[in-house]
Nanobody, 121 residues
């Protein structure tokens, strides 16, 4: 079994900051790319940021310069530092990890349960 557990969401005023964490646990051999997605009410789930094993990062234009994705490979954890938050950042944030469980298996995408981020104006 593999579990991804997000934490760090909450209610914050516009201009504030939050730091999300996503810890992977269970039967894990290696983790490839890790991503953060978000889904606002009534909208599709959209990619926010990605980080590869060697630290390459990329962001959707709407968060570039405000959000920073990072990872701690020793802890199987990915982070999302969110600064200068705006009401339009309000959404449920999900992490996704490409995880390999054994030498004979390929990489499979696993999702966390999501954490709510609400930004008030």
């Amino acid at each position: 079994q593999v579990q991804l557990v997000e934490s760090g969401g909450g209610l914050v005023q516009a201009g504030g900051s939050l730091r999300l964490s996503c810890a992977a646990s269970g039967s894990i051999l290696s983790i490839n790319a890790m991503r953060w997605y978000r889904q606002a009410p009534g909208k599709q789930r959209d990619l926010v940021a990605i980080i590869t094993t060697d630290g390459f990062t990329n962001y959707v234009d709407s968060v570039r310069g405000r959000f920073t994705i990072s990872r701690d490979n020793a802890k199987n954890t990915v982070y999302l530092q969110m600064n200068s938050l705006k009401p339009e950042d309000t959404a449920v944030y999900y992490c996704n990890g490409l995880i390999r469980r054994s030498p004979s298996s390929g990489f499979v995408g696993y999702w966390g349960q999501g954490t709510q981020v609400t930004v008030s104006s």
